[in-house]
């Protein structure tokens, strides 16, 4: 039996269809038309379904389930909330219903699929309670207890990328400020690059974005890192003293076995490894004792499509 994995982004859908052993076979893809709303992204997502169905010859009958992840919450009742969507309690689970009658349907936070992809197929699979972390655009969160994604009794937990660990510089999308997401994203090495350089210090950082500091991304400042360039010195010296102080809060509340940190700013692994353990240990309740594994997210851009595939598996 094949299910279908669909990940909803903020500006593309990817689809794929997985097999039993969480191999994508065939995939399909369409941009999110936020503009366009809620109505016709579901059109789109049926479109593409349809596709990969018809053009690698499926058998509906052969396909158990679709599964979604979505860059928000799903509720009890099915409503969903997806603040970069614009969906503000749409009728999600019914309206899949709708579309595709003769399938399973689950859906779940876009983070958390990721994370029972990696404990099914990836860098957490020998750990039954495990955490994922998505450093990207934002900070998202997974957990998994027992094999299972934990999202709370009203499907809004595991937002670990709002934990408030500090006082911020600015005000998070969620509207407070102090949020692990403001410290420790690419949005926030990005912002707190700009505001050093806003304030005179020099760095190779401006030859890289031509002078321009609209034009910075995180790569630029881990490769000045790896230059020793002042300015990225002390911003990832930031970065990772908040990163150790969001995964020590999850290490004493929760006491995981392993956690995975994803996203695109992981690529950089040798850096934000390179000595965080420790930096963690000296945040923790109990600092003589073992604490859980810190690695780097393995399945990549697939973890959505894999994840999202297997709900309710």
Partial sequence: MYRIGVDVGGTGIKVGIVNELGDILYRGTCVTDVEGGFD????DIKTVIENIIEENHIKQEKIKSIGFGIPGYIDRHGKANCVNLNWKK???????????????????NDATVAGLAESKFGSTKEHDTSVVLTLGTGVGG??????RPFSGVHGVGSEIGHMMIGDGDYKCNCGNTGCFETFCSATAI?????????????????????GDISNINAKMVFDAYNQNDEVAILVITRFKSYLARGIANIVNTIDPGVI??????SKSEDIILDGLKEMVRNHLVYKEEE??????ATL???????????LGQ
């Avoid at 749409?90 to 779940?108: H, R, S």
């Avoid at 997974?142 to 094999?147: K, L, T």
């Fill in 40 to 43: 016709k992204i579901i059109s």
């Fill in 90 to 108: 749409v009728d999600f689970i019914q309206k899949l219903k709708e579309n595709f009658p003769q399938f399973d349907i689950f859906a779940d």
């Fill in 142 to 147: 997974a957990i998994i207890i027992n094999g």
């Fill in 190 to 210: 990005i912002k707190y690059t700009q505001k050093l350089l806003e304030e005179g210090n020099q760095s190779s950082i401006l030859d890289m974005c031509d």
């Fill in 260 to 265: 995975a940190i994803g996203g695109g700013v």
């Fill in 291 to 296: 604490f859980a594994d810190i690695v780097i």
């Fill in 300 to 310: 990549g851009n697939d973890a959505g499509i894999i994840g999202a595939a297997i």
